[in-house]
């Protein structure tokens, strides 16, 4: 990697070409090796930036080595994906000493994630996610609702990249899952995907659990894909149900999630109303997208903005809602395989798909390149 220059833009919107390797900086503070870490090194390929190792286990170690990479390198831009302080306070601090440009990448409304855990901290946090974006070049949201959340909060200028997938099932996937997890080819599966954590009073994945188990039909399955504190919960709410129609095969590797979903028949994307999930779409939906499975949700903007006819779109506001969980009750006692096939004919023929991740790298590259020009 070449050392990185300051560069004087000329007006003209030259190309990434025309800018010396290195001049740009990126990082996750996620960290390197985080899924959120190759998102933005994919999504910025065509810039050849430095990608900074930042360590999250490591937070003020890697925040100190980010400003003597800014000092010694003086790049032109630092593009940092995600919103956590051991990456933002840094570039607050560069860019109040150097002048030192950046652009944040963000999936989430930082101030009402942070106040899932008290007000205060909520408060913080939306007086720093202001400051963050008041002082940026530029904002790359994973939705529209984040870019103009982020214009609103002060930000210069901002654009959609909303993610994509990382892999692609196997030809067989779907027969060979399906025996490995002992479910018939005539039950339909319903695929949810994600850390199975524990919120408040809430399990992530129990809504489908509780629903499933409820039903009065013995054709319908929930396959819950992932691990985390909350998978003993969840087990505990299969009951007897565990390994027939409620399917735990708990953390599986990334590049095998496909393989899982095309076993499915449909899938469930669990998300609150609230500001923390209205601003979403969360990475979840494209892998559901990129297999064919129709989608079952809650009303959030996505459910109408993205629904070409795929979508269902149940009351309540959350998962957890009760209003939420009869309706995802009566809506599988009622479903009958034949909208299942429409609604994922519907997936198939969308005329849009956000998760092109060509088309994200293009625009991600011209974003940055007007804004160093």
Same mark, same amino acid.
């Given at each position: 990697?070449?050392?990185? @220059?300051?560069?004087?833009?000329?007006?003209? +919107?030259?190309?990434?070409?025309?800018?010396?390797?290195g001049?740009?900086?990126?990082?996750?503070?996620?960290?390197?090796?985080?899924?959120?870490?190759?998102?933005?090194?994919?999504?910025?390929?065509?810039?050849?930036?430095?990608?900074?190792?930042? %360590?999250?286990? @490591?937070?003020? #170690?890697?925040a100190? &080595?980010l400003?003597?990479?800014?000092?010694?390198?003086?790049p032109?831009?630092?593009?940092?994906?995600?919103?956590?302080?051991?990456?933002?306070?840094?570039?607050?601090?560069?860019?109040?000493?150097?002048?030192?440009?950046?652009?944040?990448?963000? &999936?989430?409304?930082?101030?009402p994630?942070? +106040?899932?855990?008290?007000?205060?901290?909520?408060? /913080?946090?939306g007086?720093? *996610?202001r /400051?963050?974006?008041?002082?940026?070049?530029?904002?790359?949201?994973?939705?529209?609702?984040?870019?103009g959340?982020?214009?609103?909060?002060?930000?210069?200028?901002?654009?959609?990249?909303?993610?994509?997938?990382?892999?692609d099932?196997?030809?067989?996937?779907?027969?060979?899952?399906?025996?490995?997890?002992?479910?018939?080819?005539d039950?339909?599966l319903i695929?949810?995907?994600?850390?199975? @954590?524990k919120?408040?009073e809430?399990?992530?994945?129990?809504?489908?659990?509780?629903?499933?188990?409820r039903s009065?039909?013995? !054709?319908?399955?929930?396959c819950?894909?992932?691990?985390?504190?909350?998978?003993d919960?969840?087990?505990?709410e299969a009951?007897? !149900?565990?390994?027939? #129609?409620?399917?735990?095969? +708990?953390?599986?590797?990334?590049?095998?999630?496909?393989?899982?979903?095309?076993?499915c028949?449909?899938?469930?994307?669990?998300?609150?109303?609230?500001?923390?999930?209205?601003f979403?779409?969360?990475?979840?939906?494209? *892998?559901?997208?990129?297999?064919g499975?129709p989608?079952?949700?809650?009303?959030?903007?996505?459910?109408?903005?993205?629904?070409?006819?795929?979508?269902w779109?149940?009351?309540?506001?959350?998962?957890?809602?009760?209003?939420?969980? !009869?309706?995802?009750v009566?809506?599988l006692?009622g479903?009958?395989?034949?909208?299942?096939?429409? @609604?994922?004919?519907?997936?198939?023929a969308?005329?849009? %798909?956000p998760?092109?991740?060509?088309?994200?790298?293009?625009?991600?590259?011209?974003?940055?390149?007007?804004?160093?020009?």
């Amino acid at each position: 990697m070449s050392a990185a @220059h300051p560069s004087q833009g000329d007006g003209s +919107g030259a190309g990434p070409d025309a800018r010396p390797q290195g001049s740009i900086v990126c990082f996750a503070t996620q960290g390197q090796g985080h899924i959120e870490g190759l998102r933005i090194r994919l999504l910025l390929a065509d810039l050849q930036p430095l990608d900074y190792p930042f %360590d999250r286990g @490591h937070k003020l #170690r890697s925040a100190i &080595g980010l400003l003597r990479l800014i000092a010694a390198r003086r790049p032109a831009l630092v593009v940092m994906e995600g919103t956590g302080t051991g990456g933002g306070l840094p570039l607050l601090l560069a860019r109040a000493v150097f002048g030192t440009r950046y652009v944040v990448s963000s &999936g989430d409304a930082v101030g009402p994630y942070l +106040g899932l855990r008290s007000p205060v901290v909520g408060w /913080l946090g939306g007086f720093y *996610e202001r /400051l963050l974006y008041r002082r940026c070049a530029g904002f790359i949201g994973w939705t529209p609702y984040l870019v103009g959340r982020a214009l609103t909060y002060g930000a210069p200028r901002g654009m959609t990249a909303a993610g994509w997938t990382r892999a692609d099932p196997a030809p067989d996937a779907r027969a060979r899952v399906r025996a490995e997890l002992g479910v018939p080819e005539d039950t339909l599966l319903i695929g949810l995907t994600g850390s199975i @954590h524990k919120r408040r009073e809430y399990v992530y994945g129990s809504e489908l659990v509780r629903a499933v188990r409820r039903s009065g039909r013995r !054709d319908v399955a929930a396959c819950v894909i992932g691990d985390g504190s909350g998978l003993d919960m969840l087990r505990e709410e299969a009951g007897e !149900d565990l390994g027939v #129609r409620v399917l735990l095969p +708990g953390r599986i590797a990334p590049e095998l999630v496909p393989d899982y979903l095309a076993a499915c028949d449909l899938a469930s994307l669990s998300q609150s109303t609230d500001e923390v999930g209205a601003f979403r779409y969360t990475t979840k939906l494209s *892998e559901y997208l990129a297999v064919g499975l129709p989608v079952i949700t809650t009303q959030t903007p996505l459910a109408y903005d993205l629904d070409e006819g795929y979508l269902w779109r149940l009351p309540g506001a959350a998962p957890w809602d009760p209003r939420y969980i !009869d309706a995802l009750v009566a809506l599988l006692d009622g479903l009958t395989r034949e909208q299942v096939r429409a @609604h994922a004919d519907a997936v198939a023929a969308r005329r849009t %798909d956000p998760f092109d991740r060509s088309e994200q790298q293009r625009r991600a590259a011209a974003f940055v390149s007007d804004l160093l020009a």
